[in-house]
């Protein structure tokens, strides 16, 4: 039977009032705890790069990590994490970017992507997409060509698509 997104919304939990009062949380740890969602997951967001060529995944701290290691590994390519600032040992490249309330810096290998990589950003949620924007300014600022942005969720009336829309974006889930 081919998978669709209504079955993978099932393994994600609401959690209203978090991290403050009136916010709905979309929780994925439940899905994490689940093979048969994981997989499902998995399929979905691969679905998606069938004849693509991908030289890299760029994974975002730290839920992007979970599937952007899952995609690499199924892809057979190297993974490439974006971290917070401090994490990463060799030289680095980092932007800034606007969140709700205040400002982020993120930082990547500047000799983690080379001119002309064909390169997968993978994500957990795109909700107003600063994260998003920031991470795809550094990869093509190291010459990375972007052949996908990939989310799990995206919760689409916060409109962090409209930030990166110049790339092609694909989510498991919408909401």
Known sequence: ???????????????PDFPKKGIGFKDITSLLE????????LELLLSELKN?????????ESRGFFFGMLLAQSLNVPFVPVRKPGKLPRKVITQSFDLEYGSDVLELHQD???????????????????????????VESLGGQIVQCNFIMKLDFLEGFKKIESHPIYAAISY
Do not use: F, R, W
């Open 112 to 138: 983690a992507i080379n001119p002309g990589d064909k390169i997968l950003i993978h994500d957990d949620v795109l909700a107003t997409g600063g994260t998003a924007e920031a991470v795809c300014k550094m």
């Open 34 to 41: 689940s093979p048969e969602g994981t997989s499902l997951c």
């Open 1 to 15: 039977m081919k998978h669709n997104s209504e079955n993978l919304k099932q393994y994600i939990t609401d959690v």
């Open 52 to 60: 693509k060529q991908i030289d890299k995944v760029v994974g975002i």
